[in-house]
């Protein structure tokens, strides 16, 4: 069975800074996405299960160069460092977890993330 354990959400103010982290019970292309409530989920950054390098993560367009996504050198945890913060990334943050016999495969599509985990809430106020 997978699990996909968060951690690290919270309020912040615009300006600030969070890191989330997520412990995966197994080695997987992983991404977080991001949903407000009345809305579809956002795939806002991936990265493949290599912890050696090789493939390019996945940034959506709202965040590149505020976010990063990296994953320690065990390989089961996975962070996303969130500089520069908007009150417009308030959302529920998830960790997915997808599949995939491609080392470097970084998955880019919220349909192909198939383990969730619980989510933590992320709170930017103006």
């Known amino acids: 069975q997978v699990t996909l354990v968060e951690s690290g959400g919270g309020l912040v103010q615009a300006g600030g800074s969070l890191r989330l982290s997520c412990a995966a019970s197994g080695r997987y292309a992983m991404g977080w996405v991001r949903q407000v409530p009345g809305k579809e989920r956002d795939l806002v950054a991936a990265?493949?299960?290599?912890?050696?390098?090789?493939?390019?993560?996945y940034y959506a367009d709202s965040v590149k160069g505020r976010f990063t996504v990296s994953r320690d050198s065990a390989g089961n945890t996975v962070y996303l460092q969130m500089n520069s913060l908007k009150p417009e990334d308030t959302a529920v943050y998830y960790c997915?977890?997808?599949?995939?016999?491609?080392?470097?495969?970084?998955?880019?599509?919220?349909?192909?993330?198939?383990?969730w985990g619980q989510g933590t809430q992320v709170t930017v106020s103006s």
């Open positions: 997915a977890a997808a599949e995939t016999s491609n080392y470097y495969y970084t998955a880019s599509k919220v349909a192909e993330y198939k383990y």
């Open positions: 990265i493949s299960w290599s912890s050696w390098g090789g493939g390019s993560p």
